[in-house]
């Protein structure tokens, strides 16, 4: 059995599809950062479904799961503390960041994934 269950919903699948489509700028600077294994070779997809979730960015290779949170996630502290045990409970590591930290550096962003998936960066 895969990590998203016996079959992934169409639902979800279509909807992780859309979310791709329509990211928002600084889900696409970071995607910008990610792809094409530009941190230490470890391949990163976005918008994947992981269960009942869609992770922003996950590395399957070492179970890091990347969330970006923006303005959607104030307010939603219990939510995404649920979200992040379940996705713990799986055997992934969960890296939150903020679309704050990611604009005004970057650098220090990609520093903190490449920690978080062990790499000697």
Known sequence: M????PRLSKKLKQY??????EAPIP??????LLRNRQIGG???????????????????EVM????????TH???????????AHLESLGYQVLRVTNDDLLGSP????????RAAGLDW
């Not at 895969?2 to 269950?5: D, K, N």
């Not at 890091?64 to 303005?71: F, H």
């Open 2 to 5: 895969s990590e998203q269950g």
């Open 27 to 32: 889900e696409r600077i970071l995607w910008g």
């Open 42 to 60: 470890l391949k990163f997809r976005r918008q994947h479904p992981i269960g009942p979730f869609i992770a922003d960015f996950c590395c399957i």
């Open 16 to 21: 992780s599809r859309e979310l791709r489509k």
């Open 74 to 84: 104030v307010g939603r502290a219990a939510e995404d503390q649920a979200r992040t």
């Open 107 to 114: 650098e220090a962003v990609v520093n903190a994934i490449a």
């Open 64 to 71: 890091l799961i990347v969330e970006l949170d923006g303005l």
